[in-house]
């Protein structure tokens, strides 16, 4: 099965035409993050810019992905276009487990109007939080205009991807389990929308009152726009298309306020400032080898020297 | 209450010496990760090299906190004085609920024997990967021949993290919910000893032929060590004497193979390409800056340039 191998510009103008699996294999190449990723990059970045992204997150098993396929399903009853990127590590659409029987998602994977991608969070720091905004723009490139990117809402990274969208969407569940504690502070922050999914089960009323506290408690309530708080059941649609409603109300007011021109600015100048410091910690890869590299670390661990004195003396050799 | 800021080398010798409160704010220090936390570095780093880090990870909710608490009093039985850091974001420990009663900690936050400590998850990327080996080596250069190290094993940098103790503990639980799905593969690679924890609950064996299918599917199957699995009930403690001596047979069996000092070379040599990283990222974000960092963040920000384009002109005033 040799498949010829195109160069990206060709596969970039190729998924441009509309060929899916083109664009399968463009978004690879955005994740490996290589120099065939930055010329994407180059390609896609004139052509976005009139893509919008909703950011769901929240704890492992508060029904995400259950949810996601939901509003892929409102969305489509209203004909619109849209692309889906799970950053889920716990996600079924995450692992090939699209065709599986777990949530049904069968008529989204063969529908043309939708595109599902999965995207690896695991290798190098940093690479997951410089591949989504490209991969993002590379679905916008190709006339996109919804771009749900769904995220685990628990770790460093995660909540900052997470942070990254148009309008970001928290999704918790009655009872806010322990899973929910983690981060909780880190997700009130980045909440545009919050959702109490599942909320058919108990407790959905008193997480309501919590939520609502927390936001009388927190900056938030000072802020032009309070986070509306929506009552979903993912595994029957209810309440998402309120939730939907809730969304483009945010889109809305970060237009008409200027938050979401704001927020791309700093989202753009944060990108630039990561790409400078990766091409710097390329340089630093590229430092660390050779006899003096390996004369020092041996020096490290028979803690003859400490690694600071050691990284000192490795940054000097070269700046001379 | 103006309490007067002792420099970092006193406060060293005043936590050296025994005193709890210096250790606290020297681990403070670290945690901020500035210019004094490298001067503490450089004095623990002769001192340290004869502790042993035992991680403890798994998904929110696992009941880690609960098993720590348990282990701490098992240790202490044995008159062994440890210290325990706590990076998980749902511990109990973090976030000062050390005094609640959510778990009976109160006994252990009173006894000497033992010093907790919590770290701050958030802040800047690769802040933590930093932070907690030198947080480690400041406990124990002051003495401590164990220290515990709680930590969330979902996400990219906590997951990392976790893997980065002499001993890794990989605690799940009967059933092995959504939250566990989330990482399964990177929890896998990282373990040394498996617990399942709530042993008591319903779906304990199934737990067990799942790990040991994936066991003997995996790697792992064909190294010298074979992860145990071992069942746990952290409320009760049952269990947890058996824990601790599969540790210390993990312990023995890495030291007698060489692997503890493969790895700690193989972490040092990372923490050393880490430090040499973030030091160009600190001379990055000092390019961000100025005029012309103005005008090309405008450039992008309306589509005239691409960021791959702007970083290039950004770092060729560096280098010129």
């Given at each position: ?55 769901l997150t929240g704890?492992?098993?508060a029904g995400k992905?259950?949810l996601?396929?939901?509003i ?97 969407v928290v999704v918790v569940n ?17 909440a545009?929308v919050f959702v109490i999914n599942k909320a ?11 939520l ?15 986070p509306p708080i929506l009552n979903t059941?993912g595994?029957?649609?209810?309440g998402v298309?309120e939730l939907?409603?809730a969304v ?73």
């Amino acid at each position: 099965m040799a498949r010829k191998r195109l160069p990206a510009p060709e596969l970039f103008a190729s998924a441009l035409a509309g060929d899916r699996s083109s664009l399968a294999r463009l978004l690879s190449l955005i994740e490996r993050g290589d120099d065939e990723a930055r010329e994407i990059g180059r390609l896609a970045y004139p052509l976005s810019g009139d893509g919008y992204t909703v950011g769901l997150t929240g704890a492992p098993g508060a029904g995400k992905s259950t949810l996601t396929s939901s509003i892929i399903g409102h969305l489509r009853s209203l004909d619109l276009e849209i692309a889906v990127l799970a950053i889920d590590p716990s996600s079924p659409f995450t692992g090939g487990a699209i065709l599986g029987d777990r949530v049904r998602m069968q008529d989204h994977a063969t529908d043309p109007g939708v595109f599902i991608r999965s995207m690896a969070t695991r290798g190098h720091l940093g690479g997951l939080s410089l591949a989504t905004p490209e991969a993002v723009r590379a679905l916008d490139a190709i006339g996109r205009r919804w771009i749900l990117v769904e995220t685990v809402g628990v770790g460093q990274v995660e909540v900052e991807v997470a942070g990254k969208a148009d309008t970001t969407v928290v999704v918790v569940n009655p009872g806010w389990g322990d899973s929910v504690q983690a981060n909780k502070a880190g997700l009130m922050e980045i909440a545009d929308v919050f959702v109490i999914n599942k909320a058919d089960r108990k407790g959905a009323d008193e997480t309501r009152r919590d939520l609502m506290q927390m936001l009388d408690l927190s900056d938030l309530a000072h802020e032009a726009w309070r986070p509306p708080i929506l009552n979903t059941t993912g595994t029957t649609g209810e309440g998402v298309p309120e939730l939907w409603e809730a969304v483009l109300s945010h889109r809305a007011h970060a237009e008409e306020s200027g938050i979401l021109k704001e927020r791309r600015t700093f989202r753009l100048r944060e990108e630039l400032r990561e790409i400078i410091a990766q091409r710097l910690g390329r340089k630093a890869r590229a430092i660390c080898t050779g006899t003096r590299w390996d004369e020092l670390t041996e020096e490290v661990v028979e803690r003859t020297t400490d690694p600071w004195t050691a990284a000192d003396e490795m940054l000097a050799a070269v700046d001379a």
